[in-house]
């Protein structure tokens, strides 16, 4: 079995900064995309794309976080990292880690893991 944990995440007050981490539990060959998605709980609401590394290839942002989120690979093997700076009220959501991992060698396009998902929450 193969779990993503995450770590990290909290209440700040507008322009503060937190930072995320993600992990693999479980032994994976490698992985293909790592990054980080969010979900403002309601009904209808859909997981939104924060930032991503695909593999070989530069990150990825949401209009809504360039020039204030990072995110970037931890000097653990198989982490993520996603720094959050200036935050504001409408960066409040739940946050999950996703990664498309191999498991196997025999497995070169690798499948879809969430993490469990963190709260962010940004309010005065």
């Known amino acids: 079995q193969v779990h993503l944990v995450e770590s990290g995440g909290g209440s700040v007050h507008p322009g503060g900064s937190l930072n995320l981490s993600c992990g693999v539990d479980?032994?994976?060959?490698?992985?293909?995309?790592m990054g980080w998605y969010r979900q403002v709980p309601g009904i209808g609401q859909q997981r939104e794309l924060v930032?991503?590394?695909?593999?070989?290839?530069?990150?990825q942002y949401a209009d809504s976080v360039k020039g204030r989120f990072t995110v970037s690979r931890g000097n653990v093997p198989n982490t993520v990292n996603l720094q959050m700076s200036g935050l504001q009220s409408e960066d409040t959501a739940v946050y999950y880690c996703?990664?498309?991992?191999?498991?196997?060698?025999?497995?070169?396009?690798?499948?879809?893991?969430w993490g469990q998902g963190t709260q962010v929450t940004v309010s005065s």
């Open positions: 479980g032994y994976i060959v490698g992985w293909n995309a």
């Open positions: 996703w990664m498309k991992i191999r498991r196997t060698e025999g497995d070169p396009d690798g499948r879809g893991y």
């Open positions: 930032a991503l590394i695909p593999g070989g290839a530069a990150p």
